[in-house]
């Protein structure tokens, strides 16, 4: 499915962080002219999975792992680093949405509020970072249980491949997220392949871009969404991307 998808050109835009040295280019093409068509491109044979058992059944048990090299992990910290509103402010609040027992979050970051929202109790109750947790199945129910434009950022990390309604969980982004608030989707090349979407696995890490690129489209409310290689040593380490979008002001 590439091809026809990306255009040639740069994109500098909001929440750009230092790139690597090495950092693929191609990245950030891959939405200065995305050509996204007229209607949403993705279906029900694209949202499948190979295990289409219930969510809570593959969650129900607790992974302290990290699912994504430290290497990688420290870039995902130090792009938040960049990005985030400064630390500190009773004002400030943000949700990090498929979490778990670790958000990547930088050290010592402190905000109002900071929600989390994932499939497994135990590993929410343990992240030290988080002032409130839910536990939802968003391909069940992808409605989030916060008030219209509470946060000033919504992360999710290496989990939006999982999502098979991600059309609504990026509208409910939007409706949570406060105008001008940031949405950050990062992801690397690794999944658990029987869990993650068809399109997904089917397909590569440009065309990843693309795809979360038209979620944002598609889902509405936002800026053009954008994209950036955060891999902290291309080919050496996980790589790590983010797609990124601000809510309409
Ligand atoms: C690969 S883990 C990533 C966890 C964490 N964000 C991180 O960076 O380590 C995938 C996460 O997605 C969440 N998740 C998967 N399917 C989900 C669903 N249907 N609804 C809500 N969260 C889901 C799980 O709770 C799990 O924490």
Sequence with gaps: MTGG?????????????????????EIAKVLVDPKFPDAFPFGEQEMQRYDESSDFLFYSQPRFVQHIDDDAIGALTKYYA?????SGREDTALLDVCSSWISHYPKDYKAGRISGLGMNEEELGRNPIL???????????????????????????VSVDYLTKPLEMMK????????????????????????????????GDLDHIWIVGAYFHFAGGFEPPAAQDISPKPGKTDPMYVVYARKKA
Aim: charged share 20%.
């Design 172 to 203: 409910e982004v939007n409706r949570v997220l406060k105008p001008g608030g940031l949405a950050v989707m990062s992801f690397s090349n690794r999944c658990f392949p029987t869990k993650a979407v068809s399109i997904w696995t089917a397909t």
């Design 131 to 157: 002032s409130d947790y839910a536990v939802r199945d968003l391909n069940e129910d992808p409605t989030l249980p916060y008030e219209d434009n509470t946060f000033d950022v919504v992360t999710n990390a």
């Design 82 to 86: 960049e990005v985030f509103p400064e």
């Design 5 to 25: 998808f990306f255009a040639a050109g740069g994109r500098s835009d909001i929440a750009v962080a230092r790139q690597a040295a090495g950092a693929n280019p």
